[in-house]
Structure formats: C-alpha cells, structure tokens
C-alpha cells in the first residue's frame, strides 16, 4: 500500500490564484480530513469527509473546498489564494466506525507559498 | 477546539524515560486517547492508543488514570530520534461523525 498520497509537494502561487491540493488513500478508509499547519504552531482542521459524497467543515475552512466523489481522492481547492494560506497542508485518513479505533495516517505534506 | 491540554516544552536526557503528561478532562466514555509526534515538519506519525486501560507497544507506554481525564506517554529510553513535537489527542463526536482536533503540543527535546 502507498498510504496517503499528496501532489504536489511544493508550490509557490500568486496572490488571487487558484489551484487543487490532490490526497489519495489506497486503504479504503472512509475517513479523509485536511490539516494546515503555520510555521511553529500546531495542526488546524480545513475541512474533513466521513466517506464519498459528504463533507464537513473544520475550524479554519474559510477560502478552501472541498469535494469527495470516490473513497478514494479527497482534493482540497484554493480560490483566489492570499498570502495568509502559506502554510503546510496535511491530508489524513482513517477507518473509523462506531466501535473502530481510527487512527489517522498522514500524508507527507503539501508546502504552499502565496506570494 | 482542543479537547487536551500538555505543557508546551519538556526536556529529557539520552537514555532515560520522557514521561509526557496530558489532561483530558472533558473525555467521554468511549473515546480513545490518541498520541502522535511529528519530527521537524513531517505528516505526524502514529504512536498508540487506548482507552481505558494501560497499553504497549515498541515505540512507547501509555498510562490512563482510572478516571480517565488524564494520561501519560512514557518512551522508556529516550533517544536523540525521539526530538519531537508530540500531541495527545481525542476525536470530536458531531451527529455520530468523528473529527480530531490537535492541541499545540509537546517540544520534547532529547539531549545528548
């Protein structure tokens, strides 16, 4: 298995650019969530999905979307990127029912800058 | 958001146990106390978990008090690889879906 799997692992964007974070887990998790995480501090929650076709916000979901059509993909979209979205995106995974432990498994992370 | 509270630093020396503590008061009855690291800027990794009892693995301990709002990770011998930030953990139950919300953490810095 390849895990959770991040593109791209750099980019630099203008200000009031879009782009497209891809994650894809090959675990058949239902559980997919994206992280932020600003220089020195801790990990924030964007957005998160409990499996295809539903999705739900975070704490710090503003200026991103979101969708999950498959078990597998769960991309992240920036419209009109500001230089407050420099950060480091994390995408996790997990498989977790009622009973279930659901420990997340994490990508290796997508590095943004806006300038 | 944060459901923990850890102290933001905590030193050790090479070859001795980290025992790092974590409150979590608010903790429901069937949660799971989760503990993760992250080593420089890389995806955070899994350490262990548990629920209401004492568990091991090869990585490290994990003591819950009986009343469950606390626990402690112990790395029985700490190692300079063991620099890391470390996050206690419980997931966020909204309408039957679950979230996990991270806390600051713990600097554990090892030293020679």
């Known amino acids: 298995n390849a895990g959770v799997t991040q593109t791209p692992k750099f980019r630099i964007l203008k200000i009031g650019q879009s782009m497209t974070l891809q994650c894809a887990q090959d675990?058949?998790?239902?559980?997919m969530y994206w992280y932020r995480q600003d220089p020195g501090m801790g990990l924030k929650l964007i957005y998160y999905?409990?499996?295809?076709?539903?999705?739900d916000k975070g704490e710090v979901p503003n200026g991103y979307n979101v969708s999950r059509s498959t078990t597998e993909d769960f991309p992240l979209r920036l419209e009109l990127a500001a230089p407050s979205q420099t950060s480091v995106y994390f995408c996790?995974?997990?498989?977790?029912?009622?009973?279930?432990?659901?420990?997340?498994?994490f990508g290796e992370g997508s590095r943004l800058t806006v300038l | 958001d944060a459901k923990t509270t850890q102290p933001p630093s905590m030193d050790c020396a090479e070859g001795r146990a980290a025992n790092l503590p974590c409150n979590h008061s608010?903790?429901?009855?069937?949660?799971?106390v989760y503990w993760y690291r992250q080593i420089h800027s890389q995806g955070p990794q899994y350490i262990i978990h548990g629920l209401k009892n004492n568990e091991t693995n090869e990585m490290a301990s994990l003591i819950i008090t009986e009343d469950r709002k606390s626990s402690t990770l112990i790395l029985p011998h700490a190692t300079l690889r063991d620099t890391a930030v470390y996050y206690c953990i419980v997931s966020v139950t909204t309408s039957g879906t679950y979230k996990y919300i991270f806390g600051t953490g713990t600097r554990l810095k090892v030293l020679a």
């Open positions: 996790a995974s997990s498989y977790r029912t009622g009973a279930g432990t659901g420990e997340l498994f």
């Open positions: 999905s409990v499996g295809a076709g539903i999705t």
């Open positions: 675990m058949n998790h239902n559980y």
């Open positions: 608010t903790i429901s009855g069937n949660e799971y």
